[in-house]
């Protein structure tokens, strides 16, 4: 998709140029017919990653058969049209970009061909027709089609592609392919993977249990006094589950954003020793496998927990029941979603030009005016998308108000019991739902609004040697004061965690012993077959390592390039798209798992049970954090710096590349630090989404936590911390620090 920057007015100057526009039209023509005359054209039963087919069958079994043999072979006359379509393009390769017939050839053929495979694809399915009123209409039928395989995936892929280079050769986004090709595919991408499962478990809340679409049983269930109820306002009982949501989502919010830019001031803005033992320490928590931080809170802080039996033997306080509830709910909430907020902030806080604060002191402002005026405004893209994060994971977790909430109820949790609860009720899991989308779209304007248009470029093509100022002493206590205990709370839940794993029964007998690790990663060598992994946790071990290693840096390169597209780029429904890009993070992931079986257990895209499904869901479930620490980060970018470049001649692509990509390090460490943690750690889609041959660690924990095994759950996250920790530490170095030409931060005194 490599492209030149040029208009179509003057995209024909040179046949240099000329040239240059051809490669990426050859090769999605080369690609496209590939995929129809060589690769099988439907997916095969053995899962996506087999090549079984290479021997068994292939190329005449009609499984295996490519598209050309599908048709002439096994009379699958509907692919007839595809291959008109392959058709279409071609003249395009001897006329001119600027000529009409060219882009007429390139959007009637790509938009046709990407738009009939599309619904065909709908139509026809594993048993028939795949709407029930075509069989209305047209009575049964025996023709049937399986998902989407290697030819089809490509010939989509390629129609789409000279589709939006069509747009580019008529004029859209000022003729840039690459850019062009960039919206095309991930408006595509998010649509078919966020807002298509989404839509298929959304749509139940207009069905009754016959499938009928009622809208007054809508309006009754959304209505519902269990979820707007305000009895709380005027006596002891709780209020609907909507204002509960709302109210926590504030409250972690707040904290976590204010938490998250504690520890950006400190490692970045402070002469702190041992800034690595911080940068770690607020990390800690986003590497906890899921209910592991609760089970800790509980031991410490329960009814039987080590701190109440202390203070019922020290001072006499009889043991209660506070954890359980609201408070629980933030402590847990709050300790494990600062490290996103951190993440974040980071990058931003470290962007603000020191020359601005210099200039500010020149004109005699103090380091208190200095910070408020002119740092502190700045650093706003960032603390608005943490705060967007932080309440948006708040409302969508369901692991630690299941664990901790007791009588205080939340969406998350309905939606969940709604779904596999023994009464259940997908067209109430749907609407509350709704309801959660609503609070995350009010998040987000909000959002919008308070950010406003103003420009937050702070990184520009000039020389920049300055040195940040000092912080007021009020911030910077405020920061230590903040952070700190923080720090000794992750490191006491985390030294519980640690402490599980080597006794017989955690909370109960704590005699030493290494038989939960034994039982679990244990290994031996045979004479006859080498390196035995005998450990019952080894498959899932490995399954989870590999998903995530492939996950996160798909995960990371989308998020950032979604992010250049929203803020370098303005097509028509920006703001729309923008919003459909963090469905996939509002929803529950039970409610996300739930919709991918659906959506994905039938033609045209058929993977569940395969591991596509897994990377493809961490793909777009934790998108949305590369995504707004790309915003945030980007938005402090100065444009000129790619118009620069595009004036030296350069394409978007290498703009992208050379030019912004080394100046948004700070997010992409958190891009693939989120992606990989999340992929290891995630539970609530996960549960729907693994089968025997992908099972993952969390479904393995869970496992062992609901048969009571804590000392195995605890050893296996202790291990998962640690390579965690390792990977963490792995991609820093990879990845590098940014260098903007400043000077490291001398000590500050406070």
């Given at each position: 998709?490599?492209?030149?920057?040029?208009?179509?007015?003057?995209s024909?100057?040179?046949?240099e140029?000329?040239?240059?526009?051809?490669?990426?039209?050859?090769?999605w023509?080369?690609?496209?017919?590939?995929?129809?005359?060589?690769?099988?054209?439907?997916?095969?039963?053995?899962?996506?990653?087999?090549?079984?087919?290479?021997?068994?069958?292939?190329?005449?079994?009609?499984?295996?058969?490519p598209?050309?043999l599908?048709i002439?072979?096994?009379?699958?006359w509907?692919?007839?049209?595809?291959?008109?379509?392959?058709?279409i393009?071609?003249?395009?390769?001897?006329?001119?970009?600027?000529?009409?017939?060219?882009?007429?050839?390139?959007?009637?053929?790509?938009?046709?061909?990407?738009?009939y495979?599309?619904?065909?694809?709908?139509?026809?399915?594993?048993?028939?027709?795949?709407?029930?009123?075509?069989?209305?209409?047209?009575?049964?039928?025996?023709l049937?089609?399986?998902?989407?395989?290697?030819g089809a995936?490509?010939?989509?892929?390629g129609?789409?592609?000279?589709?939006?280079?069509g747009?580019?050769?008529?004029?859209?986004?000022?003729?840039d392919?690459?850019?062009?090709?960039?919206?095309?595919?991930?408006?595509?991408?998010?649509?078919?993977?966020?807002?298509?499962?989404v839509?298929?478990?959304?749509?139940?809340?207009?069905?009754?249990?016959?499938?009928?679409y009622?809208?007054?049983?809508?309006?009754?269930?959304?209505?519902?006094?269990?979820?707007?109820?305000?009895?709380?306002?005027?006596?002891?009982?709780?209020?609907?589950?909507?204002?509960?949501?709302?109210?926590?989502?504030?409250?972690?919010?707040?904290?976590?954003?204010?938490?998250?830019?504690?520890?950006?001031?400190?490692?970045?803005?402070?002469?702190?020793?041992?800034?690595?033992?911080?940068?770690?320490?607020?990390?800690?928590?986003?590497?906890?496998?899921?209910?592991?931080?609760?089970?800790?809170?509980?031991l410490?802080?329960?009814?039987?927990?080590?701190?109440?039996v202390f203070?019922?033997?020290?001072?006499?306080?009889?043991?209660?029941?506070?954890?359980?509830?609201?408070?629980?709910?933030?402590i847990?909430?709050?300790?494990?979603f600062?490290?996103?907020?951190?993440?974040?902030?980071?990058?931003?806080?470290?962007?603000?030009s020191?020359?601005?604060?210099e200039?500010?002191?020149?004109?005699r402002?103090?380091?208190?005016?200095?910070?408020?005026?002119?740092?502190?405004?700045?650093?706003?893209?960032?603390?608005?998308?943490a705060f967007?994060?932080?309440?948006?994971?708040?409302?969508?977790?369901?692991?630690?108000?299941?664990?901790?909430?007791?009588?205080?109820?939340?969406?998350?949790?309905?939606?969940?019991?709604?779904?596999?609860g023994a009464?259940?009720?997908?067209?109430?899991?749907?609407?509350?739902?709704?309801v959660?989308?609503?609070?995350?779209?009010?998040?987000?304007?909000?959002?919008?609004?308070?950010?406003?248009?103003?420009?937050?470029?702070?990184?520009t093509?000039?020389?920049?040697?300055?040195?940040?100022?000092?912080?007021?002493?009020?911030?910077?206590?405020?920061?230590?004061?903040?952070?700190?205990?923080?720090?000794?709370?992750?490191?006491?839940?985390?030294?519980?965690?640690?402490f599980?794993?080597?006794?017989?029964?955690?909370?109960?007998?704590?005699?030493?012993?290494?038989?939960?690790?034994i039982?679990?990663?244990?290994?031996?060598?045979?004479?006859?077959?080498?390196?035995?992994?005998?450990?019952?946790?080894?498959?899932?071990?490995?399954?989870?390592?590999?998903?995530?290693?492939?996950?996160?840096?798909?995960?990371?390169?989308?998020?950032?390039?979604?992010?250049?597209?929203?803020?370098?780029?303005?097509?028509?429904?920006?703001?729309?798209?923008?919003?459909?890009?963090?469905?996939?993070?509002?929803?529950?992931?039970?409610?996300?798992?739930?919709?991918?079986?659906?959506?994905?257990?039938?033609?045209?895209?058929?993977?569940t049970?395969?591991?596509v499904?897994?990377?493809?869901?961490f793909?777009?479930?934790?998108?949305?954090?590369?995504?707004r620490?790309g915003?945030?980060?980007?938005?402090?970018?100065?444009?000129?710096?790619?118009?620069?470049?595009?004036?030296l001649?350069?394409?978007?692509?290498?703009?992208?590349?050379?030019?912004?990509?080394?100046?948004?390090?700070?997010?992409?460490i958190?891009?693939?630090?989120?992606?990989?943690?999340?992929?290891?750690?995630?539970?609530?889609?996960?549960?729907?989404?693994?089968?025997?041959?992908?099972?993952?660690?969390?479904?393995?924990?869970?496992?062992?936590?609901?048969?009571?095994?804590?000392?195995?759950?605890?050893a296996?996250?202790?291990?998962?911390?640690?390579?965690?920790?390792?990977?963490?530490?792995?991609?820093?170095?990879?990845?590098?620090k940014?260098?903007?030409?400043?000077?490291?931060?001398?000590?500050?005194?406070?």
């Open positions: 998709m490599n492209s030149t920057a040029l208009s179509p007015e003057n024909s100057g040179s046949p140029k000329l040239i240059q526009s051809n490669y990426s039209l050859k090769l023509l080369i690609i496209a017919w590939t995929g129809f005359l060589i690769l099988p054209w439907y997916a095969a039963y053995d899962g996506f990653w087999s090549f079984i087919w290479l021997t068994d069958g292939y190329p005449t079994f009609d499984e295996y058969s598209g050309i599908q002439t072979m096994h009379q699958r509907w692919l007839w049209p595809v291959a008109l379509a392959l058709l393009p071609l003249p395009a390769l001897i006329w001119p970009r600027t000529d009409p017939r060219h882009v007429a050839a390139l959007l009637f053929g790509g938009g046709f061909g990407f738009s495979m599309l619904i065909q694809g709908f139509v026809l399915g594993l048993h028939g027709w795949g709407w029930g009123f075509l069989g209305d209409l047209f009575g049964s039928t025996t049937t089609q399986f998902g989407m395989g290697y995936l490509l010939v989509a892929s129609f789409l592609f000279l589709f939006t280079q747009l580019a050769a008529r004029g859209a986004i000022k003729g392919v690459f850019v062009s090709g960039s919206i095309g595919l991930t408006v595509t991408m998010v649509t078919a993977f966020v807002f298509f499962p839509g298929r478990i959304l749509i139940n809340a207009l069905q009754d249990d016959e499938g009928n009622v809208f007054s049983l809508f309006l009754e269930k959304i209505t519902s006094h269990n979820i707007w109820g305000v009895a709380c306002l005027s006596s002891e009982l709780s209020c609907g589950v909507a204002w509960n949501s709302l109210w926590m989502g504030v409250l972690v919010g707040t904290a976590t954003t204010v938490l998250g830019l504690a520890f950006a001031l400190l490692v970045t803005r402070t002469g702190i020793q041992a800034k690595g033992f911080v940068r770690t320490a607020s990390l800690l928590p986003i590497i906890t496998p899921p209910f592991v931080i609760g089970l800790a809170l509980i410490l802080f329960g009814r039987a927990g080590a701190v109440n203070l019922e033997w020290a001072f006499g306080i009889p043991p209660s029941r506070w954890l359980y509830g609201l408070t629980g709910i933030l847990a909430q709050i300790l494990a600062t490290p996103i907020a951190f993440l974040v902030l980071v990058g931003v806080v470290e962007g603000v020191p020359s601005m604060e200039a500010a002191q020149t004109l402002a103090s380091p208190w005016q200095t910070f408020w005026s002119v740092s502190f405004p700045l650093m706003r893209p960032g603390i608005a998308n967007l994060l932080g309440f948006i994971e708040s409302l969508a977790d369901f692991g630690n108000p299941l664990v901790l909430g007791g009588q205080y109820e939340v969406l998350s949790t309905q939606i969940f019991f709604a779904i596999v009464q259940g009720d997908p067209g109430m899991a749907a609407v509350l739902a709704i959660l989308l609503l609070f995350t779209l009010s998040a987000f304007y909000a959002q919008r609004r308070w950010l406003g248009k103003k420009s937050y470029a702070t990184v093509g000039k020389g920049d040697a300055g040195v940040h100022v000092r912080l007021p002493r009020r911030v910077a206590w405020g920061a230590y004061l903040t952070a700190l205990p923080f720090i000794v709370m992750s490191l006491i839940v985390y030294g519980m965690i640690l599980g794993g080597f006794v017989e029964t955690w909370g109960y007998k704590h005699n030493f012993t290494l038989k939960h690790y039982a679990e990663f244990s290994l031996y060598w045979s004479e006859e077959y080498g390196l035995i992994w005998e450990g019952a946790a080894w498959n899932s071990f490995w399954t989870t390592l590999q998903i995530s290693a492939i996950s996160a840096p798909l995960t990371a390169g989308l998020g950032l390039l979604i992010a250049y597209i929203l803020v370098r780029q303005r097509f028509w429904g920006k703001d729309i798209f923008e919003f459909l890009t963090m469905l996939s993070f509002a929803v529950p992931g039970t409610v996300i798992g739930v919709g991918y079986i659906l959506a994905f257990n039938v033609p045209p895209i058929e993977i049970g395969t591991g499904i897994l990377v493809v869901c793909i777009f479930r934790n998108m949305p954090t590369g995504i620490a915003i945030a980060a980007m938005s402090q970018l100065d444009p000129s710096l790619d118009e620069a470049s595009l004036t001649g350069a394409r978007s692509f290498t703009t992208l590349r050379r030019i912004l990509l080394p100046l948004l390090r700070p997010a992409l958190a891009a693939l630090v989120f992606g990989f943690v999340r992929a290891m750690t995630a539970i609530s889609a996960v549960i729907f989404l693994v089968s025997a041959d992908y099972d993952m660690a969390t479904s393995y924990i869970l496992g062992r936590v609901e048969f009571g095994d804590y000392g195995l759950a605890i296996y996250s202790s291990v998962l911390i640690i390579v965690m920790l390792c990977v963490i530490a792995l991609i820093q170095f990879a990845v590098g940014r260098e903007l030409g400043r000077r490291e931060t001398e000590a500050l005194t406070i």
